[in-house]
């Protein structure tokens, strides 16, 4: 067969299927609901299991999210910069309102993976702070941090956790240097997945960061996941 001959194939429904949602997404504003599976059907002409993967598929990729018993249209994922600056520069520069709630504050031992992280003894006082980070008031992200008690047990005494933490940080007189980051995708745990307010049959975004100061001393070991319907990450190359 020649090759006009597959160029004239036409392409599956699943992907014709995917191609018309994008293209009537792209007309919804922010928070409009979706047609129904059954309507969708009805109106491209093929059995709800297809219209139901494709619309797993735009769930996955963010562009619509489940209010109660329905579902709309999602607003733009958050972009975050991969930097050495918190989240909250990201959520301000999209014209979003950050925001962080508690979960857990508490001092811990080192295992010996946060030690040779941190540079502490194992077994050293560690401080753990664990937050839900939030982008307009949903949940977009659930961070662990780690942090040296010898070297900022201070802000036990005067840190907000619903503020910055990089901002607190650099309040110390504690100049960010160098990171390292490992970004990969996951399945999270019921706990986690609770926490983010999604599913465990969900993929989020797990980033791991060691963060060093201008001389080179470990300043924090983090952990997070976030949602990949709800963030994406950029780089700036030179």
């Not at 020649?2 to 191609?19: E, M, Y």
């Not at 219209?51 to 735009?58: D, G, N, S, T, Y």
């Not at 959520?91 to 709630?101: C, D, S």
């Not at 005067?158 to 503020?163: Q, S």
């Amino acid at each position: 067969m020649s090759s006009a001959g597959f160029a004239s194939k036409p392409p599956p429904k699943p992907h014709q299927v995917r191609t018309a949602l994008d293209n009537l997404l792209a007309d919804l504003p922010e928070g409009r609901p979706v047609p129904s599976e059954r309507e969708l059907a009805t109106r491209f002409g093929v059995a709800r299991e297809t219209v139901r993967q494709a619309l797993r598929e735009l769930l996955v990729a963010g562009r619509i999210e489940r209010r109660g018993r329905g579902t709309v249209v999602s607003r733009p994922k958050l972009i975050q910069p991969l930097s050495l600056n918190s989240y909250t520069e990201g959520a301000v520069a999209m014209g979003r309102k950050p925001g962080r709630l508690l979960v857990t504050w508490e001092n811990i031992d080192a295992t010996a993976e946060t030690a040779a992280a941190l540079e502490v003894s194992t077994g050293a006082t560690v401080m753990h702070l664990e937050r839900v980070l939030l982008a307009d008031d949903q949940r977009i992200g659930l961070e662990s941090t780690y942090l040296p008690w010898t070297r900022f047990g201070s802000l036990t005494a005067n840190f907000d956790p619903t503020t910055s933490l990089y901002a607190a940080i650099r309040a110390e007189g504690v100049q960010f240097g160098s990171a390292i980051e490992h970004i990969e995708t996951v399945l999270p745990s019921p706990r986690e997945a609770g926490l983010l307010g999604t599913t465990t049959a969900m993929p989020v975004l797990l980033l791991n960061r060691r963060t060093l100061d201008t001389d080179g001393v470990p300043i924090e070991m983090v952990r997070a996941l976030y949602r990949g319907d709800r963030v994406s990450f950029e780089a700036h190359l030179p």
